[in-house]
């Protein structure tokens, strides 16, 4: 008998090809596409082509609609997290919280062992323990988004893409016919806001914040912002304001409906707590162990450092200053190749 795996179809190219992949690996599998967000029309539009391609490859397929869990999981976060100052990243609260939550529902119910998606990250064994690993396409790595998920569900996770680059996904669609299928544009940012800037999708939802006052990191006022909902840690542009030198927002106090704003040299830090942490294996965690901290899918890493807190926290000692740290933004820990963990930046 056939090893049953559950895939998440989303009509694109990465789970189209992994679909493939997976059959030609010995897989039975069962295609399931989520509904998140979008009205009707939207949806059958975007998994058009999933269904189309399930009914080639002769796989069964399904469309579960979770839109209204998701806007109450994910979107409200989202929505709160700008409020309360903070810059959210909602792949990092939707993939334990929503998506893998939710696969793990439809493999029972369809009776799979195993689910599976279309990202580049990879599982591997180690100690007799199942860890991420990234992606050999260091362009389309996609393990930063996949700290969440704990040490039980990556004994049933499979990765089919991690092996391979962007490029050979896409030859290899063409080489079995989905021509089309291999040119098909990549969707990028955030999913559900649908290409707009993220200040437009809160104000379709009604979300305003009040104006105030932008300050000096001695609390000296220097003009009027337009609402915290606004405006992110690290901003530069679009701050509405001459110094006759650059300055960049430093910090975001909701309390007091306070902008900080300083020079770029301010923003350097050695030190950041975190909140929510998840290690596939925390006894591993040790405060003299060198780990490789990435806190920007498009930016580099940097050494640092972990000490284990009480209540899933930590504190994290950076070996090198770093700028552009925002509270609600994610913290991912490398060894190497291999994912250790995360959590969210609190400080």
């Given at each position: 008998m056939k090893p049953r795996v559950l895939l998440g179809m989303?009509?694109?190219v990465d789970s189209s090809v992994a679909a493939m992949i997976l059959q030609e690996k010995g897989y039975e599998v069962t295609g399931i596409s989520f509904r998140f967000f979008g009205n009707d029309t939207e949806?059958?539009?975007?998994?058009?082509?999933?269904?189309?391609?399930?009914?080639?490859?002769?796989?069964?397929?399904?469309?579960?609609?979770?839109?209204?869990?998701?806007?109450?999981k994910i979107i409200t976060y989202f929505i709160d997290e700008y409020k309360a100052g903070r810059t959210p990243f909602p792949c990092a609260k939707c993939n334990p919280e929503m998506k893998f939550s939710a696969f793990e529902k439809y493999a029972e119910i369809n009776s799979c062992d195993f689910i599976s998606t279309g990202h580049y990250a990879?599982?591997?064994?180690?100690?007799?323990?199942?860890?991420?690993?990234?992606?050999?396409?260091?362009?389309?790595?996609?393990?930063?988004?996949?700290?969440?998920?704990?040490?039980s569900l990556l004994q049933k996770l499979v990765l089919p893409l991690g092996e391979f680059t962007k490029t050979k996904i896409r030859r290899f669609a063409a080489e079995k016919g989905f021509l089309p299928l291999s040119v098909k544009k990549d969707s990028l940012g955030i999913c559900f806001t649908d290409g707009t800037d993220y200040r437009d999708f809160l104000k379709s939802l009604g979300v305003f914040s009040e104006p105030g006052n932008f300050v000096n990191p001695k609390?000296?006022?220097?003009?009027?912002h337009l609402g915290i909902t606004n405006y992110t840690v690290g901003q530069r542009r679009g701050l509405g304001i001459n110094l006759n030198f650059p300055?960049?927002?430093?910090?975001?106090?909701?309390?007091?409906?306070e902008i900080v704003l300083s020079e770029y040299q301010s923003l350097y830090r050695t030190k950041v707590r975190i909140k929510g942490v998840q290690f596939a294996d925390i006894q591993e965690i040790k405060p003299d162990v060198i780990y490789n901290l990435k806190m920007h899918y498009r930016r580099g890493l940097t050494p640092c450092s972990l000490n284990i807190l009480e209540e899933g926290r930590a504190e994290v000692h950076l070996l090198k200053p770093e700028a552009m740290i925002a509270k609600g933004q994610t913290a991912v820990f490398y060894d190497g190749a291999r994912l250790v963990g995360g959590g969210f930046i609190e400080w």
């Open positions: 989303s009509g694109g949806s059958e539009q975007q998994f058009n082509d999933a269904r189309q391609l399930a009914k080639k490859l002769k796989i069964s397929h399904s469309i579960v609609d979770l839109r209204q869990e998701f806007y109450q990879q599982i591997k064994q180690m100690n007799d323990k199942s860890f991420i690993y990234k992606g050999v396409d260091p362009d389309k790595d996609q393990s930063f988004f996949l700290w969440g998920l704990n040490s609390g000296e006022i220097l003009g009027q300055v960049f927002v430093a910090e975001i106090r909701p309390d007091v409906n």
